[in-house]
T-cell receptor, first 113, second 109 residues
């Protein structure tokens, strides 16, 4: 059982480039979310989804898009990368709501130059 | 005031000693509380939920003080393997789980 799988693990982008961070879970979890973690800032919620076809904004959604076409996948798109988006990104899922145990992926270290 | 606040530390703890730290939250309507453990350059993992009456899991004890709006984590008989960052998480409803910045614990031999 793989749990939550994130790819890539590391990525370097130039300002203005776009890319998609992939997240997949094989636990049939309804709830999925994306967080970013910056030094001194803690984990901040970017977007979340409570099921296929349903997404909503979190605390810091600007510059990011998400979609949830299947229960398993929840990709995060950076539309036009900026240096302020340099961070570690974590995808997380839970079986019910976020009020239950969150399972995190191993993270993506993104640097925007 | 931030939703969830933690003193980042580091908390330097001699091996075998006890360490405790708190996490304060701003919204009195908060419904659920958790402690997550995060090792260096790794993903957070749930350590324990925090129940109203307090709860223990081995050497770890979590408590909730609703009147003063904080939760606490106590680690007894600290092991070198306890060195990590401990993240407090508070559920506010609307599918939002807010995290603190974490308490960094360093257990010293």
């Amino acid at each position: 059982n793989a749990g939550v799988t994130q790819t890539p693990k590391f990525q370097v982008l130039k300002t203005g480039q776009s890319m998609t961070l992939q997240c997949a879970q094989d636990m049939n979890h309804e709830y999925m979310s994306w967080y970013r973690q910056d030094p001194g800032m803690g984990l901040r919620l970017i977007h979340y989804s409570v099921g296929a076809g349903i997404t909503d904004q979190g605390e810091v959604p600007n510059g990011y898009n998400v979609s949830r076409s299947t229960t398993e996948d929840f990709p995060l798109r950076l539309l036009s990368a900026a240096p302020s988006q340099t961070s570690v990104y974590f995808c997380a899922s839970s079986s019910g709501t976020v009020n239950e145990k969150l399972f995190f992926g191993s993270g993506t270290q993104l640097s925007v130059l | 005031r931030k939703e969830v606040e933690q003193d980042p530390g580091p908390f330097n703890v001699p091996e075998g000693a006890t360490v405790a730290f708190n996490c304060t939250y701003s919204n009195s309507a908060s419904q659920s509380f958790f402690w997550y453990r995060q090792d260096c350059r790794k993903e957070p993992k749930l350590l324990m939920s925090v129940y109203s009456s307090g709860n223990e899991d081995g050497r770890f004890t979590a408590q909730l003080n609703r009147a003063s709006q904080y939760i606490s984590l106590l680690i007894r008989d600290s092991k070198l393997s306890d060195s990590a960052t401990y993240l407090c998480a508070v559920y506010y409803g609307n599918n939002r789980l807010a995290f603190g910045k974490g308490n960094q614990v360093v257990v010293i031999p």
